[in-house]
């Protein structure tokens, strides 16, 4: 039993700047990889920024040099910083993570029900 939650979604004004958290929780024995999408009315689920237990980062195309995901390990949570936001932006955010659980130890990726972000003026 896994829950992943997102919270800090909203609406913001172009330019403006907006931080998602997500929380892991449970029968959790460890975390590997975290990492964020988004989905946008018509289009596909996309990648967004994932990142390791280590700390190592990766981030979509689209998002480079503008967010930032970083994590805290002791809290099984990742944060989104999302800066110089877009009217693109726009978008249905999600957090997966893959938590080893108990009592199987095995690897399971969990998804977050989403949390929505609005960018317009």
Sequence with gaps: QVQV??????????????????????????VHDMAWYRQA???????????????????????????TISRDNAKNTIYLQMSSLEPEDTAVYFCRSDTVVIPTYRTVEVWGQGTLVTVSS
């Design 41 to 67: 009315p018509g289009k596909q689920r996309e990648l967004v920024a994932r990142i390791t237990s280590s700390g190592s980062r990766i981030y979509g195309d689209s998002v480079k040099g503008r967010f």
């Design 5 to 30: 939650v997102e919270s800090g979604g909203g609406w913001v004004q172009p330019g403006g700047s907006l931080r998602l958290s997500c929380v892991a929780s449970g029968r959790i024995f460890s």
